[in-house]
Nanobody
């Protein structure tokens, strides 16, 4: 099993920045993919960004150029640097990991962007 613990959410004004972190523990040898999804009220959970152990990344079109995903394989930690935040980025952000994204999930961290 794998446990994922997120941190770094909060309240920020539009145009501001936040950095999310997600630390994995347990059977971390299975973690090829690590990344972030988000879910806004009344909407489906959607991909934000994913990164493989080799460094390949995939971003949602809505965050390209504003968000950057990175990972420290030695620490089994994935980061999401979020810049130029918009009110529409408001959501609960979930860390995910596994052989593919979606095998394991964190508990979520709230990000609120005020206008």
């Amino acid at each position: 099993q794998v446990q994922l613990v997120e941190s770094g959410g909060g309240l920020v004004q539009a145009g501001g920045s936040l950095r999310l972190s997600c630390a994995a523990s347990g059977s971390t040898f299975r973690l090829n993919a690590m990344g972030w999804y988000r879910q806004a009220p009344g909407k489906q959970r959607e991909l934000v960004a994913v990164i493989t152990s080799g460094g390949r990344t995939n971003y949602a079109d809505s965050v390209k150029g504003r968000f950057t995903i990175s990972r420290d394989n030695a620490k089994n930690t994935v980061y999401l640097q979020m810049n130029s935040l918009k009110p529409e980025d408001t959501a609960v952000y979930y860390c995910t990991a596994g052989i593919v994204a979606g095998n394991y999930w964190g508990q979520g961290t709230q990000v609120t962007v005020s206008s």
